[in-house]
């Protein structure tokens, strides 16, 4: 069974501090994992997808990495702003004819980021 | 491009009601998938439809049923409502639910049994 772990679950840094998100998966045999952000009531917004044949994917200040071997990907953020504070969700697409339009999300990390 | 929305918003029902989501998909998509997402339970997958048709199903009881049109809008429906059902409902498309294929949500709708 794919598990998916996030940690911290929560987390304050100053504004413009580089730092990185966490996400943990279980079982390897996986087709991409996927990093969303979600603020405050709101529906998720991706933020970048990786296939399992990627090592890593970046997209403005946002960097993530992929180690399919390891279970284990991270999202680095570079000059943390204010407007970067809400909560990232990683999540798996898991390999197998029966997992179409399925995605195992971790429970997410909550990020303040202080002015 | 429009993105993923979802109608009602918001909704409140009493227990024993029953509710019926919209989602309507970016357009061109033609996998529509929905998530039930709890502070205790994170997010879960509930169903995915694909050419008017289900493909996948989550671990949710009957009660739980959704459908898909030939426009690719998606509807889901809750029928005797439980307190544990008050959450926020997600749909997402994507062109055809593969494993290459970026998912993206809407809005959600927030539902509160009372």
């Known amino acids: 069974k794919q598990e998916v772990t996030q940690i911290p679950a929560a987390l304050s840094v100053p504004e413009g501090e580089n730092l990185v998100l966490n996400c943990s998966f279980t079982?390897?045999?996986?087709?991409?994992l996927q990093w969303f952000r979600q603020d405050p009531g709101k529906g998720l917004t991706s933020l970048l997808l990786?296939?399992?044949?990627?090592r890593e994917q970046t997209s403005g200040r946002l960097n993530a990495s992929l180690d399919k071997s390891s279970g284990r990907s991270t999202l680095y953020i570079a000059a943390s702003q204010p407007g970067d504070s809400a909560t990232y969700l990683c999540?798996?697409?898991?390999?197998?004819?029966?997992?179409?339009?399925?995605?195992?999300f971790g429970q997410g990390t909550t990020l303040q980021v202080k002015p | 491009k429009a993105g993923v929305t979802q109608t009602p918003r918001y909704l409140i029902k009493t227990r024993g009601q029953q509710v019926t989501l919209s989602c309507s998909p970016i357009?061109?998509?033609?996998?529509v998938s929905w998530y039930q997402q709890t502070p205790g339970q994170g997010l879960q997958f509930l169903f995915e439809?694909?050419?008017?048709?289900?493909?996948n199903k989550g671990n949710f009881p009957g009660r739980f049923s959704g459908r898909q049109f030939s426009n690719s809008r998606s509807e889901m429906n809750v029928s005797t409502l439980e307190l544990g059902d008050s959450a926020l409902y997600l749909c997402?498309?994507?062109?055809?639910?593969?494993?290459?294929?970026?998912?993206?949500f809407g809005p959600g709708t927030r539902l509160t049994v009372l």
């Open positions: 357009s061109g998509h033609r996998s």
């Open positions: 997402a498309s994507s062109l055809r639910g593969g494993p290459t294929d970026t998912q993206y």
């Open positions: 999540a798996v697409n898991r390999r197998g004819s029966s997992n179409t339009g399925k995605l195992i």
């Open positions: 079982d390897s045999a996986i087709y991409n």
């Open positions: 439809y694909f050419s008017e048709t289900q493909r």
């Open positions: 990786i296939q399992s044949s990627q």
